[in-house]
């Protein structure tokens, strides 16, 4: 496995320029007091699409997110004060997607004059090797979404079988991602969902490919098991949310 200066090495001029470039515009525009950077195209697992991730810290009062292009390749930004990323943090642990724990636990140093980085990355590698803290009313709460979600696409299914089965597809992935979080495990890139889903329970897996495989209408009553698999039921169920307290306009 590379080290971190041979990951930075071993990338390509393109990819090499548009990260110095990106530094650049992030010190001068930011005056950050720490960079990092991430990504497919940082472990060497770039492909057409892929851009550079960088966390930046800074030590002013506000966030900001900046999408652009350097040397042609897509630069997605993310700067933050210590303290607010630090709140993100706990967010994820609490929704259980690791995006911004994620660059930052596996991003490169590219920038660094203090100590804010390097306790960033250390909070960052802390939270993600404990896991999500997912709790039981917000998984209640994505179960009750999936099965709504899956109620409407077998409503409609004799009426509007193309809507229906868009509604099965967000079924399943609604499926998936509770089933993960049910496992006490980190929500994945939606693109690798459903392989997330197969590695976990390959039943599960082999039941979701069977229902693209099949004719459309088939869908709702091949995707019904793999909802009842995963929240007990295909249909309205009884639940009750915590008191939360209003603040008055």
Same mark, same amino acid.
């Given at each position: 496995?590379?080290? @971190? ?25 930011? !005056?950050?007091? $720490? ?15 892929? =851009? ?54 596996? $991003? ?17 590698? !802390? ?24 109620? =409407? ?19 399943? @992935? ?19 969902? +459903? ?11 082999? @039941? ?27 249909? +309205? ?6 008191? !939360? ?5």
């Amino acid at each position: 496995m590379l080290d @971190q200066n041979e990951r930075l090495s071993a990338l390509s001029p393109i990819h090499r320029e548009a990260l110095k470039r990106a530094v650049d515009f992030i010190a001068e525009r930011f !005056q950050p007091t $720490g960079i990092l950077v991430a990504g497919t195209i940082i472990r060497g697992e770039g492909h057409a699409n892929s =851009d550079l991730d960088f966390a930046v810290i800074h030590d002013k009062p506000w966030r900001q997110r900046v999408q652009r292009f350097e040397n042609g390749i897509p630069v997605e930004i993310f700067v933050n004060p210590l303290f607010q990323w630090e709140k993100t943090f706990a967010s994820e642990v609490r929704s259980g997607q690791p995006s911004m724990l994620g660059i930052c636990s596996t $991003g490169i140093a590219v920038y660094d004059r203090g100590t804010d980085l390097a306790e960033l990355v250390t909070k960052a590698q !802390q939270r993600y090797t404990d896991g999500p803290r997912v709790s039981t009313e917000h998984l209640t709460g994505l179960r009750y979404a999936l099965v709504t979600q899956f109620e =409407d696409a077998a409503d409609i299914e004799n009426a509007d079988l193309e809507r229906s089965n868009a509604y099965v597809i967000n079924s399943l @992935q609604q499926a998936a991602r509770l089933f993960i979080l049910q496992s006490g495990q980190w929500l994945p890139r939606e693109k690798r969902l +459903f392989d997330r889903l197969a590695d976990l329970d390959p039943r599960l897996g082999s @039941q979701l490919r069977a229902v693209f495989a099949a004719p459309r209408t088939a869908w709702v009553e091949l995707a019904a098991p793999i909802v009842e698999r995963v929240a007990g039921t295909t249909r +309205f169920f009884g639940w009750e949310s915590e008191p !939360q307290p209003v603040v008055p306009q």
